[in-house]
Nanobody, 119 residues
Framework: QVQYAESGGGSVQPGESLTLSCVIS???????VAWYRQTPGNQREWVAA???????HYLESVKGRFTASRDYAKNTVFLQMSGLKPEDTAVYYC??????????????WGQGTQVTVSS
């Protein structure tokens, strides 16, 4: 079973930056991976995606502020977040997604990493 280990979250002030990491369990050949986020009482939403060859896609509200990248050798995906806003506050998760669809996740969720943006 594929496992994900997200890390890098924290509490920051508006305008500051964070970089999240997602380590993917071995056995996969650098799959397409997406970042999602969830706030209490709301559904998990897709935020960003990076394909096997490194092409990226972003939710409109994070374009220009978030950057997805990956380290093929370490089977790790990153999400660099800058210009953080209070509305970015959420638990962030990563997961494989079904290519060609609506970024529907493939596997069970990891524990996620909390990002809190407040002054």
């Amino acid at each position: 079973q594929v496992q994900y280990a997200e890390s890098g979250g924290g509490s920051v002030q508006p305008g500051e930056s964070l970089t999240l990491s997602c380590v993917i369990s071995e056995g996969l050949n650098n799959p397409a991976v997406a970042w999602y986020r969830q706030t209490p009482g709301n559904q998990r939403e897709w935020v960003a995606a990076i394909t096997r060859i490194g092409t990226t896609h972003y939710l409109e509200s994070v374009k220009g502020r978030f950057t997805a990248s990956r380290d093929y050798a370490k089977n790790t995906v990153f999400l660099q977040m800058s210009g953080l806003k209070p509305e970015d506050t959420a638990v962030y998760y990563c997961n494989r997604y079904y290519v060609g669809g609506q970024y529907s996740p493939v596997d069970s969720w990891g524990q996620g990493t909390q990002v809190t943006v407040s002054s």
